[in-house]
């Protein structure tokens, strides 16, 4: 099993940034794809951004698109989320997330199986 630790969140005011990190352990880190999501309260968990294993393929969900941008160190097992010119909407648990399938990397939950305990990130206007 793999085991996921999430850091980084905060709270910031609109326009600022933040860079979140995961770190991984537990399994060969780059064998897997990762994935951050994120879930607001009220609402379900959605996709943020994905990354696949060697790094050649990213996936953003379109509204943060321009602003967040996801990468990943397979040397030290991290895979990070940049959130520049951040939005009160963005307010929500981020969690990092794997997918161990042997296909491309998914854009969906149920693509993924394990998940880090989440990181609150709050952004005031």
């Known amino acids: 099993q793999v085991q996921l630790v999430e850091s980084g969140g905060g709270l910031v005011q609109a326009g600022n940034s933040l860079r979140l990190s995961c770190a991984a352990s537990?399994?060969?880190?780059?064998?897997?794809?990762m994935g951050w999501f994120r879930q607001a309260p009220g609402k379900e968990r959605e996709f943020v951004a994905s990354i696949s294993r060697s790094g050649g393929t990213i996936y953003y969900t379109d509204s943060v698109k321009g602003r967040f941008t996801i990468s990943r160190d397979n040397t030290t097992n991290t895979v990070y989320l940049q959130m520049n010119s951040l939005k009160p909407e963005d307010t929500a648990v981020y969690y990092c997330?794997?997918?161990?399938?042997?296909?491309?990397?998914?854009?969906?939950?149920?693509?993924?199986?394990?998940w880090g305990q989440g990181t609150q990130v709050t952004v005031s206007s």
């Open positions: 997330a794997v997918d161990s399938r042997w296909l491309p990397v998914g854009r969906t939950v149920a693509d993924f199986g394990s």
């Open positions: 537990g399994r060969t880190f780059s064998n897997l794809h």
